[in-house]
């Protein structure tokens, strides 16, 4: 890769660009329509040059600065441009924070202590934003549920605990599904459903390992 291919990359970016807001203002003027489409190719294109610029130079922790900011950005615009009254972007523009500072800590990131610390925050943020702008429904089970996985996968991934981990995960779902049963529809008890599948987890483990464990103990006998 050298500076013809990025220069190249940058005028067709520029001439692409240019192309869809002129395509995007002549559609509106014939149909009498005031939609502005044009913003998604153009933030699309906008990869093509910044990519090959970062692999370029090696600044992949600039790339991801640069390119969180835009990501944040363009949510923004179209939230603005599509549904003003809600501000649906700061759901959606947080996980974009954790690009940037992913790469900044390295091999930090893949400690326990980082996935607990980044799992207690992003449930205290969603939580945040449940009580606060839709309090109507506990939502924020669902996504406590999925991050609670990262930090718990790495502790006894690290121990090699995988029967603990089954009993562990199995009991984060039973209560999990308890929980969703309860707050959706408290009339109708569905929750056994899954939970019985989760139970056939550590049960499958549990006969695996003691299988493993008398096998072993009937050739160490011969």
Do not use: D
């Not at 984060?172 to 529809?185: C, H, M, Q, R, T």
């Amino acid at each position: 890769m050298n500076k013809n291919t990025i220069g190249f990359s940058i005028a067709g970016k520029v001439m692409c660009i240019l192309f869809f807001i002129i395509a995007n203002m002549t559609i509106n003027n014939m149909a009498g329509v005031s939609e502005v489409w044009c913003i998604y190719p153009v933030f699309a294109l906008l990869w093509w040059p910044m990519s090959m610029i970062a692999c370029y130079r090696g600044s992949y922790k600039g790339y991801a600065i640069v390119s969180s900011f835009m990501i944040i950005i363009f949510l923004i615009t179209v939230n603005y441009v599509t549904s003003p009254i809600y501000p649906w972007v700061v759901y959606a523009a947080y996980p974009a924070i954790w690009w940037p500072i992913v790469m900044f800590m390295g091999k930090k990131a893949g400690t326990i202590k980082f996935a607990v610390i980044c799992s207690g925050v992003t449930i205290i943020y969603y939580m945040a934003l449940n009580l606060i702008i839709s309090s109507q429904y506990p939502w924020t089970i669902y996504i406590a549920y999925g991050v609670l996985w990262w930090p718990i996968s790495l502790c006894f991934a690290r121990k090699k605990q995988p029967f603990v981990y089954s009993i562990v995960c199995s009991s984060l779902s039973v209560l999990f599904f308890i929980i969703v049963n309860y707050v959706s529809s408290p009339y109708e008890i569905w929750c056994i459903y899954p939970i019985f599948g989760f139970m056939w987890w550590p049960l499958s483990m549990y006969y695996y390992y003691h299988k493993r464990r008398v096998t072993g103990t009937i050739l160490q006998n011969k």
